[in-house]
């Protein structure tokens, strides 16, 4: 017998079916007051009973109701109404599934600086919409085949060049934003920093120190924000007639780590008469190794060598010396993310790049030789 509250029954002679009067009923009781967001509601057998319709059915109308953003399954637990139901306006929030996608050969860390607070600032967009209801899952494919669904969109993370016909393809059938990265396809968006002009600050602060002799230490080129940290170190140097040959332009094999054929090349160079005395490491990670390198050779930083990185994590004014920095705007840029693929009118998803911000610190100094 059922202990719950007292429901219409469906009408067995309306035209309508039995699961969408029972949904209508079940929504009725949600606006009502009876089942209140967060409450438990009763099984489905006692839904059955208290509405006159088969478990099949009953199921079938709660299934309906999941689906809608009003009630939420909890495996082994039960159904419960959702806490986030719009109960004045009568309507849920819509349900918008965002993928975030990364590619399988790079080794990403999610927990890292970079990654952790994109991902944190998307989730803060996410719980400021009270548009939307977001749901986001993670992937290791530029790919959304598997997604049947309309409400779907992607966030797909620095892809490299070779992937970016993967993200055209997505983006064809669904809204996609690059992030961190820029577009080869102009019909995709794309969110980033000024890559390019962040390392030509960072050149300018380094000549502005007396600083000729350079070191460009870059992550993978097939990287569009890699590409352009180099492309705007070399062009800065350029401008002032620095010409930096192969010796000084090393590429990690990786973004994160250095690998340990490009660490030995390092050294060796910084052991060279006419070695460099400023090195501009194309991400954090990769100016902890340099400064480890460096260290390695016998040089003392600055005083020998004086380093910048890119990223400015809570731990880069902690280091010895502390990290002079090109410092990127993460939580506006996985913002502006956010909001462009949840835009409906693809015209107006239009790319952008956000300033970056150069943060100086005792890792450079003045030139000593």
């Not at 080869?184 to 920093?193: I, L, Q, S, T």
């Not at 930096?244 to 490009?262: C, M």
Request: with cysteine; proline share 6%.
């Amino acid at each position: 017998m059922s202990h719950g509250p007292a429901l219409p029954k469906v009408n067995g002679n309306d035209p309508m079916p039995k699961y969408l009067q029972a949904r209508e009923i079940l929504l009725g009781a949600i606006r009502a007051g009876y089942f209140t967001p967060g409450s438990k509601l009763p099984s489905t057998e006692e839904i059955s009973s208290l509405v006159d319709i088969s478990l099949i059915t009953a199921h079938k109308a709660m299934e309906g109701l999941v689906e809608m953003g009003w009630l939420r399954r909890e495996v082994g637990r039960g159904t419960y109404v959702r806490e986030d139901v719009d109960l004045v306006n009568g309507t849920p929030r819509r349900k918008f599934f965002i993928g975030l996608l990364f590619d399988h050969q790079e080794h990403v860390n999610i927990d890292d600086y970079y990654h952790g607070s994109l991902i944190n600032g998307l989730r803060r967009a996410a719980r400021a919409d009270s548009d939307r209801r977001i749901e986001f899952f993670f992937d290791d494919r530029f790919d959304l085949r598997d997604k049947a669904r309309q409400d779907v969109g992607a966030i797909c993370f620095h892809p490299p060049l070779e992937s970016q016909s993967h993200v055209g393809r997505i983006s064809r059938r669904h809204p996609v934003v690059i992030l961190g990265g820029s577009a080869a396809d102009e019909r995709v968006a794309a969110v980033d920093c000024d890559n390019e002009n962040g390392a030509r600050k960072a050149i300018r602060h380094l000549l502005e120190l007396g600083h000729r002799r350079f070191m460009i230490v870059s992550g993978p080129l097939n990287l569009s924000n890699a590409r352009d940290r180099a492309v705007g170190a070399t062009s800065e140097l350029a401008a002032h007639g620095i010409r930096v040959d192969k010796r000084d332009t090393p590429v990690s094999k990786d973004s994160v780590v250095l690998d340990e054929e490009t660490k030995a090349r390092i050294e060796r160079r910084l052991t060279d008469t006419d070695r460099p005395t400023a090195i501009l490491a194309g991400g954090f990670y990769l100016a902890l190794a340099t400064m480890q390198a460096a260290r390695q050779v016998g040089l003392r930083i600055p005083d020998d060598a004086s380093v910048i990185g890119f990223d400015d994590p809570p731990s880069a004014p902690l280091l010895d010396p502390p990290l002079t920095t090109v410092r990127q705007p993460l939580m506006e840029m996985a913002a502006n993310a956010y909001r462009l693929v949840c835009q409906t009118d693809n015209r107006n998803r239009t790319s952008c790049k956000l300033s970056t911000e150069l943060v100086v610190r005792n890792s450079t100094g003045p030139v000593r030789l």
